[in-house]
């Protein structure tokens, strides 16, 4: 089963070039890391799969479907439903509680309180912080931060994890437990990409690595997994 597939994906701001042509296809079940130098187009890759922006030219299929093929409504709901998003600096809302940041997503979605806030305690007991559900973001470490952000990202089961520097903003001892976070998601068939400047994170947490320069793919690998 195909969960991401770009053909030939352009985008253009303006005069400026963001991606010149990208093809990629990631199945399920696979940890792909997208690699490259500052302005290479990684952020316009990440945001062209969400459905946060649309390609100059080109197509971008996520779960089969054509996200061209989508109007604005359609778009925003397709990716509550089928995609989850991590970032670096988290994008916590600061005056929720930490279990109501991520029951929030599926609220917003349809689905009715109580049983959005049991299926955030269940994601918040596998990852480790469900003695710090009533905690404000605030109060939280990095690591406690990110791992609400991963449950929420997790709560309307998304065909697609997207991670943009998710360790980016977290030290190392905090980082490695989100890596190992991710490691065990992808081992229980979560379907995961991550934009990444750090090898470590690549190496450790994708099966293969795509390498952007200046909007195109120069190198594709695959990785034996350092664990
Ligand atoms: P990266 O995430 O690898 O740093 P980006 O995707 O953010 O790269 O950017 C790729 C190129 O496109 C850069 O030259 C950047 O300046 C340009 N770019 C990205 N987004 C915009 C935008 N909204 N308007 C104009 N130029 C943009
Ligand atoms: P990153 O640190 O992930 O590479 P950037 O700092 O390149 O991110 O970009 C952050 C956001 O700003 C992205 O969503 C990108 O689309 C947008 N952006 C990047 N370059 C430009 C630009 N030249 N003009 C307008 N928006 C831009």
Redesign the pocket.
């Known amino acids: 089963r195909v969960v991401v597939r770009l053909d030939d994906v352009h985008k253009e701001?303006g005069a400026?070039r963001a991606l010149g042509g990208v093809s990629l296809r990631i199945d399920a079940g696979d940890a792909v890391a997208v690699m490259g130098p500052?302005?290479c187009g990684?952020?316009?890759l990440l945001?062209l799969v969400a459905g946060l922006d649309r390609p100059t030219r080109g197509t971008v299929q996520v779960g089969g479907q054509d996200l061209g093929a989508m109007n604005e409504t359609e778009l925003a709901l397709f990716r509550r439903r089928h995609v989850g998003m991590v970032f670096q600096f988290f994008n916590l809302i600061d005056d929720l509680p930490a279990l109501d940041n991520a029951a929030l997503t599926a609220q917003l979605t349809g689905t009715p309180a109580r049983q959005a806030r049991d299926r955030a305690m269940e994601l918040f007991e596998e990852l480790g912080i469900a003695e710090r559900a009533d905690v404000y973001p605030a109060a939280l470490s990095g690591g406690e931060r990110q791992r609400v952000a991963v449950a929420r990202a997790l709560m309307n089961r998304p065909a697609l994890l997207l991670a943009?520097?998710p360790t980016g903003a977290l030290d190392s001892r905090s980082g490695e437990q989100v890596m190992d976070l991710l490691i065990d998601l992808n081992q229980i068939g979560q379907t995961l990409l991550i934009?990444t400047h750090d090898p470590d994170l690549a190496e450790r947490c994708a099966g293969r690595l795509v390498e952007l320069a200046d909007g195109r793919v120069v190198a594709e690998h695959g990785l034996e997994r350092t664990p």
Request: proline share 0%; net charge negative; no cysteine.
């Open positions: 701001y400026a500052s302005g990684k952020s316009t945001n943009d520097e934009v």
